[in-house]
């Protein structure tokens, strides 16, 4: 993989023009930055002003304080019992998704947290009213809820009516607490797509960009309107040719013989399969660009490798560079093309790209 500082900066300074003052930036670099590499995009976000950093785990937050990273950074995923020790001497900002976490986290203070509420995702957050937060905090005094959160289920939606219920039942809630002198300095409810399809009254004090800075955005349903930035992919994918090989008419190709030469073909055989990140149902219906074109995945995605149709394409050797996920002159192929092949969504195809992959990193 080949991955572009330049890249992930500009797509980050195109959300922030996009927002302008309204809000600070929460940098979402979880699961190793959807594999562009926590480490290397967070210091690039931090070059680039971002004060705020979210990971999935404490082990995700240890491993960028470990590295130096400095700023804050919020764990949004949950705290398990023999992490909370670590929130301290790491200085992470722990999500609270549940009261029940209060007392336990109360032994561990003074600290500063994010309370999520669940406005109708019916995944993390909690569902208790404000009257029942209010007396849970009451209770853990050394406790303090420094950012208030949600998250959407179908912000690209806009046939849907669920995103103006959330962004409803979220100010309903943040006035209750008001009203019971809870006041979190720090609210944020949007990632990616509230933003590019600009969800205006759910920015908040704080957005949380992630797919946009690594280069995607996802195509919306509906009347949506116009995204207020472009961005563009960081990551460019490469594997290389491992044999060439004619094959005629009526051979069979891969595992089970899933493919069926209807005339003399060549085939090339790539270094790269499955365990790597080639997604297994791109078998016989996936592509790739060799030589500058494209050229279809013939037979089954094995393992370690992908074996591909380089028909039309009769000079390539062994050891010549296949791109899987970028561009070779005018022929590009990105993570949601991909994934519309293979029946998925791009975060699949990019957090898939396995860790055995070499990352290099281009300014």
């Keep these: 993989m080949e991955i572009s500082r330049s890249r992930i900066a500009a797509n980050y300074r195109a ?148 995103t103006e219920e959330q962004i409803a039942a979220f100010r309903k809630m943040a006035a209750e607490l008001a009203v019971r002198g809870i006041h979190p300095p720090l609210m944020h409810f949007s990632s990616t797509n509230a933003i590019a399809y600009p969800r205006r009254k759910a920015w908040l004090s704080l957005v949380r960009p992630g797919h946009a800075i690594y280069g995607y955005v996802s195509p919306a349903r509906g009347p949506a309107p116009a995204a207020v930035f472009t961005v563009k992919p960081a990551l460019t994918w490469k594997t290389r040719i491992v044999t060439v090989k004619d094959v005629p008419e009526g051979a069979k190709v891969g595992y089970g013989g899933s493919f069926t030469a209807p005339a003399p073909m060549r085939l090339a055989v790539l270094a790269a399969g499955y365990a790597d990140g080639v997604p297994h149902r791109l078998s ?61 969504i791009s975060y699949n195809v990019l957090c898939g790209i396995s860790a055995r992959v070499k990352r290099f990193y281009t300014d």
Excluded at 78 to 88: K, N, P, S, Y
Excluded at 287 to 301: L, N, Q, S, Y
Aim: hydrophobic letters at 45%; zero cysteines; proline letters at 4%.
């Design 15 to 162: 959300v922030r023009h996009a927002i302008g003052a309204s809000a600070g930036i929460i940098g979402v670099v979880k699961a190793d930055a959807y594999r562009h590499g926590a480490v290397e995009v967070a210091r690039v976000l931090v070059g680039e002003g971002a004060e705020w950093l979210a990971v999935s785990s404490v082990e995700e937050g240890v491993t960028l304080r470990t590295a130096g990273i400095p700023g804050r950074i919020l764990v949004m995923a949950g705290v398990m019992g023999w992490e909370r020790q670590a929130l301290r001497e790491f200085r992470l900002t722990p999500v609270v998704h549940s009261l029940d976490e209060l007392p336990f986290l109360q032994q561990e203070g003074p600290l500063d947290v994010h309370l999520k509420i669940d406005t109708g995702m019916d995944r993390l957050g909690t569902r208790a009213s404000a009257a029942e937060i209010a007396a849970a905090l009451a209770a853990a005094p050394l406790v303090r809820v420094e950012g208030l959160m949600s998250h959407f289920a179908s912000a690209t939606d806009f046939v849907s009516s669920q």
């Design 284 to 344: 016989n219906k996936g592509k790739v660009i060799a030589g500058g074109k494209f050229a279809p995945i013939v037979g089954t995605v094995s393992m370690d490798l992908t074996t591909i149709d380089i028909t039309s394409s009769p000079f390539l050797r062994p050891g010549d560079e296949v791109t899987l996920l970028g561009r070779e002159g005018e022929v590009s192929l990105d993570a949601q093309q991909i994934a519309k092949t293979a029946g998925t």
